[in-house]
């Protein structure tokens, strides 16, 4: 079931929305039916269903996966083996996730048909858009989209990020031009290859048309964020390339200076003393507002871990509203958010039921727990170890959930991928129509994230387990670790709080901080394949940072939680903190902080044998 979505008909669409959610259980069988009828004899389903293609026997006889149980199918294909190992459909290219396996991002077969699915629910937005915020269609859009590198596996597939897939595709690239799609920055500068020209190109093209800005935006908030960074840096050059209706020297990606020579125009010293002045300024609270003045919202996403975003957002943006408008992953684009001005902890997401066939794991809220993990835990609301161990029944239908409670999604998709486990944890809040409506917990295991990274607690052990083996040459052993993403600057950083003991009795005596440097760059050395290009490639996170904190820090740590409710007997070392107040105790008690100070080696990866 392929749908088709026309942008510029707002009517149409709002209605192909009320058909697909009152009728969501109908679609999803369908679905269903289609992918099984169209794979059945696949290796991976032929394996487990004979032929079969009924419903009972698929939840029967499938297995719920993880990704390390198709990766050994996923890495055949890359290495030449037919698509038909797992899809009927051909797969066309593989999608490099931010999750990783074994240190190496995870891959995602896709289909062609795939784009489209993934075209008809860019559309969707459209009208869901223009239902709220009016005039849409008398502006542009500011969004900073970017590509990363790619690499051709054996087989001479593409494997690239989703994004890079869709902005490269004649999807994106040939796009019927609607009152939605029409942005401040050329093609060209979004498909440079060299990150800081694009963006470099791209703040120049939004500045030039700033009069015609409706809405600015970027996908997640932290890429935005670090445009306004790059913009803080990077803003006396601009404005002389405004002044001089040139551009600088260093922009030497030709496709990318003649799209933005096009867009220069001529001399404007006006405009550039304009935004002279206004970036002059000592305070740049509501400098969105200032250089765009028509902008109606900020349009990135702030859900799950970008939420540590919000504030500064908000700062930048003088209380613009923020609109995380979808939810959507390599594997699949799940759904949209129908109620984008509402407020970011209100946002919840519909799936759309013919986006994949959607299932449930019940994901049982250990309450003695909850309180524990708001106040301490990671990025999370709860402890997700505690959680895990209390999934006790069937994995559930998309129309089937209940309100109120937590869910890990399950999907089906035309792509190959049967019964796969997202690793997303779900809270229902609502149906609209029949479909139900999602608030995004969190991502499951994850401890640490500043941009796409994601850090789960075994990651961290591991580098932290590594980088500690060095304290020996100091007669020191570390006692307690815990982290926290310090986003307080652009671009944030992993800080790890480590309290450290003498061997024997002695008093901690002062840290060599060559030592002390080197473990802070095992520990990047030793994080993943996805921390390392953020760090070391794209810049978006910065240094590590070991804070090293005095004796009975870890017990006073343990007080607060116990003072907040959490139970001594299974009290455990939350590995990440996110409480202001937890930080604090811990920040009060620092006797030495220390940076990494080389970018950790960072390897495009490889696929194969
Ligand atoms: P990737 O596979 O690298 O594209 O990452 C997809 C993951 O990003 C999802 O499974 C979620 O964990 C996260 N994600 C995507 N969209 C959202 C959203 N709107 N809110 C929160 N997290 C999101």
């Given at each position: 079931?392929?749908?088709?979505?026309?942008?510029?008909?707002?009517?149409?669409?709002?209605?192909?929305?009320?058909?697909?959610?009152?009728?969501?259980?109908?679609?999803?069988?369908?679905?269903?039916?289609?992918?099984?009828?169209?794979?059945?004899?696949?290796?991976?389903?032929?394996?487990?269903?004979?032929?079969?293609?009924?419903?009972?026997?698929?939840?029967?006889k499938?297995?719920?996966?993880?990704?390390?149980?198709?990766?050994?199918?996923?890495?055949?294909?890359?290495?030449?083996e037919?698509?038909?190992?797992?899809?009927?459909?051909?797969?066309?290219?593989?999608?490099?996730?931010?999750?990783?396996?074994?240190?190496?991002?995870?891959?995602?077969?896709?289909?062609a048909?795939e784009?489209?699915?993934?075209?008809?629910?860019?559309?969707?937005?459209?009208?869901?858009?223009?239902r709220?915020?009016?005039?849409?269609?008398?502006?542009?859009?500011?969004?900073?989209?970017?590509?990363?590198?790619?690499?051709?596996?054996?087989?001479?597939?593409?494997?690239?990020?989703?994004?890079?897939?869709y902005?490269?595709?004649?999807?994106?690239?040939?796009?019927?031009?609607?009152t939605f799609?029409?942005?401040t920055?050329?093609?060209?500068?979004?498909?440079?290859?060299?990150?800081?020209?694009s963006?470099?190109?791209?703040?120049?093209?939004?500045?030039?048309q700033?009069?015609?800005?409706?809405?600015?935006?970027?996908?997640?908030?932290?890429?935005?964020?670090?445009?306004?960074?790059?913009?803080?840096d990077?803003?006396?050059?601009?404005c002389?390339?405004?002044r001089?209706?040139?551009v600088?020297?260093?922009?030497?990606?030709?496709?990318?200076?003649?799209?933005?020579?096009?867009?220069?125009?001529?001399?404007?010293?006006e405009?550039?003393?304009?935004?002279?002045t206004?970036?002059?300024?000592?305070?740049?609270e509501?400098?969105?507002?200032?250089?765009?003045?028509?902008t109606?919202?900020?349009?990135?996403?702030?859900?799950?871990?970008?939420a540590?975003?919000?504030?500064m957002?908000?700062?930048?943006?003088g209380?613009?509203?923020?609109?995380?408008?979808m939810?959507?992953?390599s594997?699949?684009?799940?759904?949209?958010?129908?109620n984008?001005?509402s407020?970011?902890?209100?946002?919840?997401y519909?799936?759309?039921?013919?986006?994949?066939y959607?299932?449930?794991l019940?994901?049982?809220k250990?309450?003695?727990?909850?309180?524990?993990?708001?106040?301490?835990?990671?990025?999370?609301?709860?402890?997700?170890?505690?959680?895990?161990?209390h999934?006790?029944?069937?994995?559930?239908?998309?129309?089937?959930?209940?309100?109120?409670h937590?869910y890990?999604?399950?999907?089906?998709?035309?792509?190959?991928?049967?019964?796969?486990?997202?690793?997303?944890i779900?809270m229902?809040?609502?149906?609209?129509?029949?479909?139900?409506?999602?608030?995004?917990?969190h991502?499951?295991?994850?401890?640490?994230?500043?941009?796409?990274?994601?850090?789960?607690e075994?990651?961290?052990?591991n580098?932290?387990?590594?980088?500690?083996?060095?304290?020996?040459?100091?007669?020191?052993?570390?006692?307690?670790?815990?982290?926290?993403?310090?986003?307080?600057?652009?671009?944030?950083?992993?800080?790890?709080?480590?309290?450290?003991?003498?061997?024997?009795?002695?008093?901690?005596?002062?840290?060599?901080?060559?030592v002390?440097?080197?473990c802070?760059?095992i520990?990047?050395?030793?994080?993943?394949?996805?921390?390392?290009?953020?760090?070391?490639?794209?810049?978006?996170?910065?240094?590590?940072?070991?804070?090293v904190?005095?004796h009975?820090?870890?017990?006073?740590l343990?007080?607060?939680?116990?003072?907040?409710?959490?139970s001594?007997?299974?009290?455990?070392t939350?590995?990440?903190?996110?409480?202001s107040?937890?930080?604090?105790?811990?920040?009060?008690?620092?006797?030495?902080?220390?940076?990494?100070?080389?970018?950790p080696?960072?390897?495009?990866?490889?696929?194969?044998?």
């Amino acid at each position: 079931m392929l749908l088709n979505c026309d942008p510029n008909d707002g009517e149409g669409s709002m209605r192909l929305i009320e058909e697909l959610t009152t009728n969501a259980d109908q679609v999803q069988q369908q679905i269903l039916n289609e992918i099984l009828s169209q794979n059945a004899e696949t290796e991976y389903l032929g394996g487990f269903l004979n032929g079969h293609t009924e419903k009972e026997m698929f939840k029967k006889k499938v297995p719920i996966v993880n990704y390390d149980d198709i990766k050994p199918y996923i890495e055949r294909i890359a290495n030449g083996e037919p698509s038909r190992i797992i899809s009927n459909q051909l797969i066309t290219e593989l999608l490099t996730s931010s999750g990783t396996s074994g240190g190496q991002p995870k891959m995602m077969p896709t289909t062609a048909e795939e784009l489209d699915r993934k075209t008809f629910l860019y559309n969707l937005l459209v009208p869901v858009m223009n239902r709220y915020v009016d005039g849409l269609d008398q502006g542009k859009g500011m969004y900073l989209l970017f590509i990363k590198p790619e690499i051709n596996t054996p087989s001479g597939l593409t494997a690239r990020p989703v994004l890079t897939s869709y902005y490269k595709s004649s999807n994106f690239r040939n796009r019927p031009i609607n009152t939605f799609n029409v942005y401040t920055s050329p093609d060209d500068t979004i498909l440079c290859s060299d990150s800081k020209q694009s963006m470099y190109c791209q703040l120049l093209c939004g500045l030039v048309q700033r009069s015609e800005v409706l809405r600015v935006g970027a996908v997640f908030a932290s890429a935005f964020l670090r445009a306004i960074k790059v913009l803080e840096d990077y803003w006396t050059e601009l404005c002389s390339n405004i002044r001089m209706g040139d551009v600088s020297d260093w922009i030497t990606d030709s496709n990318c200076r003649n799209a933005v020579i096009g867009i220069l125009g001529q001399p404007n010293p006006e405009l550039a003393d304009f935004i002279e002045t206004q970036c002059s300024e000592k305070s740049w609270e509501g400098i969105i507002k200032k250089l765009w003045p028509r902008t109606k919202y900020v349009d990135v996403i702030v859900t799950g871990s970008m939420a540590q975003y919000i504030p500064m957002l908000e700062f930048y943006s003088g209380g613009l509203p923020l609109v995380s408008t979808m939810y959507a992953s390599s594997e699949c684009y799940f759904g949209v958010n129908l109620n984008p001005l509402s407020k970011p902890s209100d946002v919840s997401y519909t799936l759309l039921p013919n986006m994949a066939y959607f299932e449930f794991l019940p994901v049982e809220k250990n309450r003695g727990q909850v309180h524990q993990g708001v106040q301490c835990n990671g990025t999370s609301d709860h402890s997700l170890k505690e959680e895990e161990e209390h999934i006790k029944e069937e994995a559930v239908d998309l129309t089937t959930v209940k309100c109120g409670h937590y869910y890990e999604l399950v999907l089906t998709t035309f792509t190959g991928l049967y019964r796969y486990r997202v690793g997303d944890i779900l809270m229902v809040t609502g149906f609209y129509n029949n479909a139900p409506q999602f608030r995004f917990v969190h991502r499951r295991n994850v401890v640490l994230s500043i941009d796409t990274d994601k850090t789960n607690e075994d990651d961290l052990l591991n580098a932290v387990t590594q980088a500690k083996l060095l304290l020996e040459s100091l007669r020191c052993i570390l006692t307690e670790y815990t982290s926290y993403p310090d986003t307080s600057s652009i671009p944030g950083h992993y800080v790890l709080f480590w309290e450290l003991k003498m061997r024997g009795n002695g008093e901690l005596s002062e840290l060599n901080t060559t030592v002390m440097e080197e473990c802070c760059n095992i520990v990047e050395e030793s994080l993943d394949y996805v921390y390392r290009r953020c760090r070391s490639k794209d810049k978006s996170i910065g240094p590590l940072e070991i804070r090293v904190v005095k004796h009975g820090t870890f017990d006073a740590l343990m007080d607060f939680c116990v003072s907040q409710g959490s139970s001594v007997n299974q009290y455990k070392t939350p590995r990440c903190i996110k409480d202001s107040e937890a930080i604090e105790i811990l920040n009060a008690r620092v006797v030495g902080r220390f940076f990494s100070r080389k970018a950790p080696l960072w390897k495009q990866y490889t696929v194969g044998t």
